[in-house]
């Protein structure tokens, strides 16, 4: 791995914007896939009564964690929705205004790894980085066939306008540094990484301020620069160790978990109110109120962006997510999810216009894997899958570094997945 990485525009509008609690909606629309992996199920049937933190889907599927109502009120509807790309139920619950929070809530009782990843489960955690990896899988080693040795925490928020994870460090840095303790101990893992880009001086001297006696924990200041954040970087600049094609970092003795999904664990250690909201940077040049805001899973977009004073008149796309990985939103009535840290709002949005490529290799030197974009999509169109496989096109990681630096404007982090897609089927 070269670990290239590209400057950009970083437009931190927002890192001074303490956290918002937005009011609760007349009503939420909660989808029953909210994380990678198998949707769930619901628990519950049109016209039931429901209250904060109950759970209302669920799964029996290996790589699945459980969906919990965000709002207390009555089901109104179970239909079928597209979420993260794919079919799966959602359900719509009026609100009663009262925040009603349900029986089953309390503490959960953790003393060793088995109680923490049931704990993990029960929480609905997964990794709120935007991936959406089911946090209990990823700590559910087997240590009878890898030794994890490292805990990394990625702090290093390197997209464009997200402040969501830099307002949970600030906010609740109590909460983050006693959730890796909780990881640390229970697991037995000798080192802690907390990786923070340099543009997050305040971050950055308060973390090494609360870790300064313990010599397990090391902050790192990580140079700002995309993709950052992306696993495989972040793993290799904490640690020198190199996570390999079909690897997991795991199989490198790491794990790399995101700076609010720690913080958020340790509140449902203490409190057993699993994950209904979510803190959501709300900006782009359409939003004349840029914020940080707390808010029920299942709000939709459309009463976020109101609530920033967006002109809707004048918006030409809508990302959840940095400008970078983002994903296009058709509908503005689409619901707040687990993994949603932002809401970009864009009035000077302007399509690519492809013109030929021009074999200047910026691509190349941009991609933070070191593949060759060029040939990928040359191998792709020919429909070449062995050729792809030489090409190594699962290393992709998605970033867009090199869509983003073609000067041709070839889309080439799309042609990448649809590759990956195509290698996939062909196997």
């Excluded at 070269?2 to 931190?12: E, F, V, W």
């Excluded at 899988?137 to 830099?166: Q, R, W």
């Excluded at 050729?387 to 990681?397: E, F």
Aim: net charge positive; hydrophobic share 35%.
């Amino acid at each position: 791995m070269s670990l290239n990485c590209i400057k950009i525009m970083h437009r931190k509008n927002t890192e001074n914007c303490e956290t918002i609690r937005y009011t609760v909606p007349e009503t939420v629309l909660i989808p029953m896939s909210q994380h990678m992996g198998v949707p769930c199920e619901p628990l519950v049937s049109v016209g039931e009564e429901v209250k904060v933190g109950q759970k209302i889907g669920d799964s029996e599927a290996f790589m699945s964690t459980p969906v919990h109502s965000s709002v207390s009120g009555k089901v109104l509807a179970i239909d079928d929705y597209s979420s993260n790309g794919r079919k799966c139920k959602s359900i719509k619950i009026e609100c009663d205004g009262k925040q009603t929070i349900s029986e089953d809530i309390k503490p959960p009782v953790i003393t060793d790894k088995v109680s923490l990843i049931k704990a993990v489960r029960e929480s609905g955690c997964c990794g709120l980085g935007g991936a959406g990896f089911p946090t209990h899988i990823k700590l559910n080693f087997d240590e009878n066939k890898t030794h994890i040795d490292s805990l990394v925490i990625n702090a290093a928020e390197c997209e464009p306008y997200i402040t969501s994870d830099y307002r949970e460090m600030i906010e609740n840095p109590d909460d983050v540094l006693s959730g890796i303790k909780t990881i640390q101990n229970i697991l037995k893992i000798e080192k802690v990484y907390i990786c923070i880009e340099k543009n997050k001086p305040k971050a950055i001297e308060l973390f090494n301020n609360m870790t300064s006696n313990d010599a397990s924990v090391n902050v790192v200041k990580l140079s700002s620069l995309y993709p950052q954040g992306a696993e495989k970087v972040i793993a290799y600049n904490a640690t020198g160790r190199t996570v390999k094609e079909g690897e997991l970092p795991s199989n490198q003795g790491i794990i790399v978990i995101n700076v609010s999904t720690v913080a958020f664990l340790n509140r449902y250690f203490k409190t057993g109110m699993p994950l209904t909201w979510r803190r959501i940077t709300i900006d782009g040049d359409a939003v004349k109120s840029p914020c940080n805001v707390k808010v029920p899973i299942g709000t939709s977009i459309a009463e976020l962006l109101k609530f920033a004073k967006c002109d809707e008149d004048k918006v030409k796309k809508v990302l959840t997510g940095g400008l970078m990985m983002g994903m296009c939103i058709y509908d503005l009535n689409t619901p707040v999810i687990k993994t949603n840290n932002a809401v970009l709002a864009l009035k000077k949005y302007k399509a690519r216009i492809q013109t030929n490529c021009i074999r200047c290799g910026r691509c190349i030197n941009a991609c933070p894997a070191g593949l060759m974009p060029t040939e990928l999509e040359k191998a792709y169109q020919q429909r070449d899958a062995e050729r792809l496989n030489a090409l190594k096109v699962n290393l992709c990681m998605n970033c867009g570094s090199c869509s983003y630096v073609c000067p041709a404007k070839r889309d080439l982090a799309e042609t990448n997945q649809l590759a990956k897609m195509f290698v996939s089927e062909n196997r």
